[in-house]
């Protein structure tokens, strides 16, 4: 399942499938990125971030991809688990100010 | 052993009341934040501190005074409180203004 254009609110995937949540971001100048998971009653937490000087990032189960031509940021989540429903955002930071956060997306993953 | 901690979790007061969050850090982290988290869960910054100094004051009225008395500790006080200012407020550190923030698990007002 995919969440395409600038900005979907959700995204509803089948347990197993591999989830693409998208994101796309303001300042050109900014050159740290962070995607962080909210879950119902807690703060966000952090997933994987990514510098302006790389494209792709890999963590466990998680890949965020950076094109820094058009401004989009993605994270990828393979075989997505019902563990993983929540809200994802994305945030950019500009050297020397405080993360921006991006509208979040509700990921919703049903059995 | 909570990395940043902040109370109240809930906090339910009347129009024109003055109230204090508390939010403190075990991470040896430098730098410290609140966010207020809308209905729509936007996440928007109000404050940043560098140890005990402010760093950063977005457009935020001057109703919400953020005191730092050491590097550990950023509290918010919200002097006569107006229904807008429900929200979840969200306490933050991070070692550097480029590295991940790790957040508080947020106090609920409520303002009626």
């Known amino acids: 399942g995919e969440s395409v254009g600038l900005h979907l609110p959700t995204l509803s995937v089948q347990e197993g499938d591999n989830s693409i949540i998208n994101c796309a971001y303001s300042?050109?100048?900014?050159?740290?990125f962070i995607w962080y998971k909210q879950e119902s009653g807690k703060g966000p937490q952090f997933i994987i971030d990514i510098r302006s000087n790389m494209d792709k990032r890999q963590g466990q189960r998680v890949t965020v991809l950076l094109n820094k031509t058009v401004k989009h940021l993605s994270l990828q989540i393979a075989a997505t688990q019902p563990g993983d429903s929540a809200v994802y955002f994305c945030a950019e930071n500009q050297a020397g100010t405080a993360l921006i956060f991006g509208k979040g997306t509700t990921l919703s993953v049903s059995s | 052993d909570t990395a940043v901690s902040q109370t109240p979790k809930y906090l339910v007061t009347q129009m024109g009341n003055d109230k204090s969050i508390k939010c403190e850090q075990n991470?040896?982290?430098?730098?410290m934040y609140w966010y207020k988290q809308d209905s729509k869960k936007f996440l928007k910054i109000m404050f940043s501190y560098n140890n005990k100094e402010l760093i950063i004051n977005e457009t935020v009225p001057n109703r919400f005074s953020p005191k730092s008395p050491d590097k550990a500790h950023l509290n918010l006080h919200i002097n006569s409180l107006e229904l807008g200012d429900s929200a979840v407020y969200f306490c933050?550190?991070?070692?550097?203004?480029?590295?991940?923030?790790?957040f508080g698990n947020g106090t609920r007002l409520t303002v009626t």
């Open positions: 933050a550190s991070s070692q550097s203004a480029d590295s991940p923030l790790h």
């Open positions: 991470l040896g982290h430098d730098t």
């Open positions: 300042n050109s100048a900014s050159d740290y």
